[in-house]
């Protein structure tokens, strides 16, 4: 097969870059070795978090914001609900509070939203208790409000994607295993267990699978299994989408001294859906990962975060699901050329904070692979001691 740039890895970022190629009319192929939207790799589980003020840099805050608008296009053109701005909460119970590796997270999000007129209010615990009386609050924590966040759904974000790239000419080519990726003089060649695709460019967007297919440039990545708990509650509709927001809940310092959760959304699993970053025992490869949510790891996600923070949960799990993500040193995201060819873009790790942001890095890939725009300074694969062929 020939093509003029193949995607390989069809998850949040290569749904959306093979999507921008083929609205620009490029003629491209998609390939991943499952179908998706699936629950193999990164982008499960229902829902995810949106927030236009972001703290783990503003470099992430133009994404963010173009990301709402394309969605916001994708559903006025298919007719499916993409983006719910249910509102998004930040707690900072810990001055100086990490989270997704960046310290001072809180302060950064302000500070990103008042640079890029992203519209917030710091409410007053007083207040954040009379909007929102789900939250059990100390007394002490300040509170960040964005009224135009909430919560994208990552299946139908994808899928619908796939629909509108495959309206406009790209192929999928789905269970399908890439073994290897070969600069050429003629281009890249693409081998998979079926075929040979012989593409101008490639876009490497298979998230976990990545680093195995880029090599040791990427060593210093690490793949990180995370689980995702829904909680029985007393009273269900108290947190439906309408009445309570997503959240980000910072209440220690540490790395994991926080987590974040989401209100029943329509057509989500019932119950109180949240999780929390974990960070040890990294996966040598996504195969390696154990799927299965033992009752021990809920029983602790509710005693150490859950109890007495969010009235009405009780420690009853109606779901678990674990999932991995790919974490670069600084937590941060790559997106940059190849060490070994400028013809291949390496658009990974997103570092579990990715979803957010895939709809405009898709845009962005597109415009520099198909346009020959240069690629973004920010995310350089030559950083953290990684880059070295």
Not at 114 to 123: K, P
Not at 237 to 260: K, L, M
Not at 326 to 339: G, K, L, R, Y
Request: with cysteine; glycine share 10%; hydrophobic share 40%.
């Amino acid at each position: 097969m020939r093509a003029d740039v193949a995607v390989v890895g069809l998850g949040a970022m290569g749904s959306a870059a093979l999507y921008q190629l083929a609205r620009a009319g490029v003629k491209a192929v998609g390939i991943d070795r499952f179908a998706p939207p699936h629950d193999r790799g990164s982008s499960h589980g229902e829902t995810r978090i949106t927030r236009c003020g972001v703290g783990e840099g503003e470099a992430y805050v133009p994404l963010a914001i173009r990301s709402h608008a394309i969605w916001r296009e994708l559903e006025a053109e298919t007719g499916t609900d993409l983006l719910l701005q249910c509102g998004f909460m930040a707690i900072d119970g810990a001055p100086g509070a990490e989270f997704h590796g960046k310290p001072s997270f809180f302060e950064c999000t302000r500070g990103g939203a008042e640079r890029f007129g992203v519209a917030y209010e710091d409410l007053s615990i007083d207040e954040a208790r009379r909007r929102f009386p789900q939250f059990h609050f100390r007394g002490d924590e300040r509170l960040y409000y964005e009224p135009g966040g909430g919560l994208v759904y990552p299946e139908r974000c994808i899928a619908v994607q796939l629909h509108v790239a495959r309206a406009l000419g790209a192929e999928l080519c789905l269970n399908e295993q890439v073994l290897n990726i070969v600069p050429e003089s003629a281009g890249v060649l693409v081998e998979t267990d079926r075929q040979r695709v012989l593409a101008d460019r490639v876009v490497l967007a298979a998230g976990g699978w990545t680093p195995a297919l880029v090599g040791e440039a990427l060593a210093p990545m690490r793949l990180l299994r995370q689980v995702l708990h829904w909680f029985a509650l007393e009273e269900p509709a108290v947190y439906s989408a309408d009445r309570f927001p997503t959240f980000i809940w910072a209440h220690g310092s540490g790395p994991q001294e926080n987590f974040y959760g989401f209100p029943i959304a329509p057509g989500a699993t019932g119950g109180l859906k949240v999780a929390t970053e974990q960070y040890q025992c990294p996966l040598e490869r996504p195969e390696a990962m154990d799927r299965n949510v033992v009752a021990s790891e809920s029983t602790a996600m509710f005693a150490d975060h859950v109890a007495g923070r969010l009235r009405g949960a009780r420690a009853e799990t109606i779901k678990a699901t674990a999932c991995f993500y790919t974490q670069a040193p600084d937590s941060d995201f790559v997106i940059d050329c190849h060490p070994m060819s400028e013809r291949i873009a390496v658009v990974s790790a997103c570092s579990g904070h990715g979803f957010k942001h895939s709809a405009a890095v898709g845009e962005l890939v597109a415009a520099w692979i198909g346009q020959g725009s240069a690629p973004p300074k920010d995310f350089a694969l030559r950083r953290a001691g990684m880059g070295a062929a």
